[in-house]
Nanobody
Framework: QVQLVESGGGLVQAGGSLRLSCAAS????????VGWFRQAPGKEREFVVA????????YYADSVKGRFTISRDNAKNTVYLQMNSLKPEDTAVYYC????????????????WGQGTQVTVSS
């Protein structure tokens, strides 16, 4: 069982930066892949980025590639999402999710979810 708590969301102007954190409980967190997803009002939840258990492999959606960076610190049971050059279209609730095994772009493959953190980018 893994419990996830996101933090770091907020309001930022276009071009600004935010760093989201996903803190996990559970001693075996290092064996889980973690993904970040987002959901804007009236839209379906979409994949943003994922990282494997060791941090050696990452996968980005084309829309955030070059602007967002995912990393993890297994000693702290935390995954980070550094978001730079933010755009108004990045506005959404951001969720982190965990799955045992390989990272995956499909939200249905993730068994554990956080409650989400709001990111709002003003133009």
């Amino acid at each position: 069982q893994v419990q996830l708590v996101e933090s770091g969301g907020g309001l930022v102007q276009a071009g600004g930066s935010l760093r989201l954190s996903c803190a996990a409980s559970g001693r075996t967190f290092s064996s889980y892949a973690v993904g970040w997803f987002r959901q804007a009002p009236g839209k379906e939840r979409e994949f943003v980025v994922a990282i494997n258990w060791s941090g050696s492999s990452t996968y980005y959606a084309d829309s955030v590639k070059g602007r967002f960076t995912i990393s993890r610190d297994n000693a702290k049971n935390t995954v980070y999402l550094q978001m730079n050059s933010l755009k108004p279209e990045d506005t959404a609730v951001y969720y982190c999710a965990a799955r045992h095994g390989y990272s995956n772009r499909a939200s249905a493959e993730y068994a554990y979810w956080g409650q989400g953190t709001q990111v709002t980018v003003s133009s």
